[in-house]
């Protein structure tokens, strides 16, 4: 992050009580905006202020309570001051707004293990240990074979994806839908099960991109050794 914009996002967070994450989307958003050149002279500006002195800096924040105030107190800011465009501002505001049930549905799921399996290729073998799996960890199957579809919604363990038969369907739509997971964010860990090494390639490739560990994404031949 450019020295800029860092300055912006402690900025942010010191006018607000801003997570350094959200701080981080408003500058990100900002930062495609119109209007980007002037709110950072207007970040210089206020960060001199903030540095003018240890009585100015007490009095100011004894006015303005920071620590008590809201995002919508930026917005108002910015507005007043005409540095900010009516598209941001929306943006702003969504932000500023108390969480959703689907936001905190997702801060739920942060911590959990995501465990995809290639339900064509040894299920059997892949689901072995699966009686000793956490209440918290999520399974999806993904198959093709319709007999096999029936039997693990019976079992009813995780979510079952049928997919139509066709050359590699099955790791086609994982790799596709394990982007889209990835992009989410919203799980710790993520691991393909299957005996399939094709996955390995793509799968180191998702880690580079994501910037991941292999512990929290990789391809493992079984859900655990029973061993």
Not at 11 to 20: L, P, Q, S
Not at 32 to 56: I, K, N, Q
Request: aromatic share 8%.
């Amino acid at each position: 992050m450019h020295k800029s914009e860092s300055q912006a996002v402690r900025y942010i967070m010191a006018w607000t009580d801003c997570t350094r994450s959200e701080a981080e989307s408003v500058v990100f958003t900002l930062k495609s905006s119109s209007v980007y050149a002037d709110f950072l002279r207007s970040v210089a500006r206020g960060m001199a202020t903030l540095h003018r002195g240890e009585v100015e800096r007490q009095r100011m924040q004894e006015q303005l309570r920071l620590k008590e105030l809201r995002k919508h107190d930026l917005i108002s800011h910015f507005y007043e001051s005409k540095k900010i465009d009516n598209s941001v501002i929306s943006y702003l505001t969504v932000i500023s707004e108390p969480q959703s049930t689907e936001s905190k549905k997702k801060e739920d799921t942060k911590k959990k293990k995501l465990y995809i399996f290639d339900a064509d290729n040894h299920i059997k073998e892949g689901m072995s240990g699966i009686d000793y799996r956490d209440e918290d960890d999520v399974f999806i199957f993904y198959a093709t074979q319709p007999g096999l579809i029936v039997k693990l919604k019976r079992k009813n363990i995780g979510e079952v994806i049928p997919v139509k038969s066709g050359k590699q369907a099955v790791d086609m739509r994982i790799l596709d839908d394990l982007n889209k997971i990835l992009v989410d964010k919203d799980y710790e860990s993520i691991f393909v099960i299957s005996q399939d090494k094709g996955f390995d390639e793509p799968i180191q490739k998702m880690r580079c991109r994501y910037k991941l560990k292999k512990s929290n994404l990789d391809r493992i031949d079984k859900f655990c050794d029973e061993e």
